[in-house]
């Protein structure tokens, strides 16, 4: 039996409550060698302050969500493939 063969064999015996922490890990192990997520891994942290403008947008993002008022991401989405 392959490795993969037996991965999928341990995979059919796990529990439903641990299948979403193999997915977790799998996925990570499998972007390790992609350059675009390593970059992203070890770009620096964004340690820019908030501006006034800043706070104001995130604050008003919050109202829009306490309002209800939200677009769906497929909406967002079918918009986007529009315009470009």
């Known amino acids: 039996m392959t490795v993969k063969e037996r991965l999928h064999v341990l995979i059919d015996r796990l ?17 390790e ?6 970059a992203l891994q070890d770009a620096p942290e964004d340690n ?3 501006t006034p403008e800043d706070i104001q947008a ?6 829009d969500i306490a309002r209800g008022d939200l ?5 967002v989405h079918a ?6």
């Open 48 to 50: 820019e302050p908030l």
């Open 15 to 31: 529990p439903d409550e641990k299948a979403k922490e193999a997915e977790c890990i799998l996925q990570r192990l499998s972007l």
């Open 71 to 75: 677009i769906h991401w497929k909406e």
């Open 79 to 84: 918009k986007a493939k529009k315009e470009f």
């Open 33 to 38: 060698d992609d350059p675009l997520w390593r």
């Open 58 to 63: 995130i604050e008003e993002g919050y109202e």
